[in-house]
């Protein structure tokens, strides 16, 4: 059988019939053309899967059918099947080329958008596939606006609309109507001092004038201050936007509460008030090296300097509800910040080097120049380094409740660390035991796994080569086995220095 080529010039779409399977060309944006296929294999996996937030069932184009379009093109983008009804029975549509061509003009002329079509016959009935990508410009159907929630298309309310128009600029470059007044000019001076004795400012002079340092610096637009201008230096950036501030608690358990405090005022008063709060929430201790006294925290401070830095400059300032939360309990801190990851950017990245995806650029750029950031995209990384540095459990990051979180553990010895550095189970139950304990025999580690003294032998020298545990004693009976001191990056590493046996 011969294909059959058919071209719509208004719409500049063709499709070539072959047999069961139909290849639909449709004009790409670098002007070429791209081909799509989806088999049957593949379709019925979608169809299976039923509708999610990416997914739409249609078994005729009616109102809702259109409305789904500009939802997946102002969300996440999605698939449209045509031709399957709610329950993901195949019912089909007309098999004939003028009902995909009108669906194609309409589609064009009532969204302005161009997606990809696929289209199969199973059965003699046959399903339209819409792939519709995410917009990046706001798209209406009728003049109104929607988009996805969960397996729902839903219109825009008129506050979500506003925050979505805005969206497709990043928060920090939008203009508001601020008056010059309430930009702090000794945080603008500060700024001035750092960013010059950093060398990293190369047209703007320690004697400018804060106006043109701000205008410089792009924080001003027609003459009007953007909301970075007055988030980074202004008196009070909470007299407009009251859930832009940093809340830190310090908790014994879940529900028990020691503290409670906040910082507040512009950015880098947040930023320096925030990492005081929390030396008061942590402990430190003194160790004395070549006659100089030596702070050791509970966590190291660059690290946690780090984690804020990141709060700050890559939360979602769009969401007006909710602000940075920091937790301090007695074996971890958690980071929670609102708003997930940039687009582009995936957790298990975030762990290597990476590139950078800035979501405020002008807030990353200020504190790039003060010398608060050295190298865009190698936070994450470096907080991994300082951490392990430090003799500490590498910081967790992880996408939840709509927003970022890091985690930072104090105790080395939990299951799921000591799991991760190569300890078997028997060793695990051990150190943990030891952990309530406080040491531990040969006698009580076998009778604790139900072992041999041999293998008890083996796995508990193993303990002392990686230095998770010290030998009390020689032996015989009198030998026990404790948990080692905490020795600033030595913990778990094989080969490591080891302290002298008693």
Known sequence: MKPILEQNLSTQFFIVAAGQRILLAVNSQNGGMDFYFMNEIELKKVINSGETETVEFKASPNEVFYKTISAFSNTKGGIILLG???????????????VLEDLTNRIVNKLSIYPEIETMDIKGKRVIAFKVARSGYPVSYEGRYYERVGNTTREMKPERLRAFMLSRMPWDSVPGDFL???????????????????????????????????????????????????????????????????????????????????????????????????KQFISVRYEIKDFQRED??????????????????????????????????????????????????????????????????????????????????????????????????????KEEMGGFSVYFHKDIYTEENLRKMGLNERQIKAVIYVKEKGRITNKEYQDLNEISKRTASRDLDDLVEKNFMRQIGVTGRGTEYIL????????????????PKD
């Open 180 to 278: 010059f007044d309430e930009i702090d000019m000794e945080t603008v001076n500060s700024f001035l001092r750092l960013a010059v004795g950093k060398k990293r400012l190369a047209d703007i002079s320690i004697d400018e004038s804060p106006k043109t340092v701000l205008e410089k610096l792009e924080l001003i637009s027609d003459g009007k201050l953007k909301n970075g201008a007055i988030l980074i230096f202004g008196k009070n950036p909470q007299k407009h936007f009251i859930n832009h501030s940093v809340r830190i608690g310090r908790f014994k358990t879940e529900t028990t509460i020691i503290d409670d405090k906040w910082a507040k005022r512009n950015l880098f008063q947040q930023f320096e008030e925030t990492i005081n709060i929390l």
């Open 484 to 499: 080692k001191g905490p020795e600033r990056g030595q913990r778990g590493q094989k080969g490591a220095r080891k302290e």
């Open 296 to 397: 050791i925290w509970d966590y190291p401070i660059p690290a946690l300097r780090e984690a804020v830095l990141n709060a700050l400059t890559h939360r979602d300032y769009f969401n007006i509800a909710n602000f940075i939360l920091i937790k301090v309990y007695d074996d971890h801190i958690w980071f929670s910040n609102p708003g997930g990851l940039p687009e582009g950017i995936a957790i298990e990245e975030l762990k290597k080097p990476h590139g950078s995806f800035l979501r405020n650029p002008l807030i990353a750029k200020v504190f790039y120049l003060a010398g608060f950031i050295e190298q865009y995209g190698s936070g994450t990384v470096r907080m991994v380094e300082w951490m392990k540095e430090a003799g500490l459990p590498e910081p967790e990051y």
């Open 84 to 98: 399957v009804d709610r329950k993901g029975s195949i019912t089909g549509v007309e098999p004939v080329s003028r």
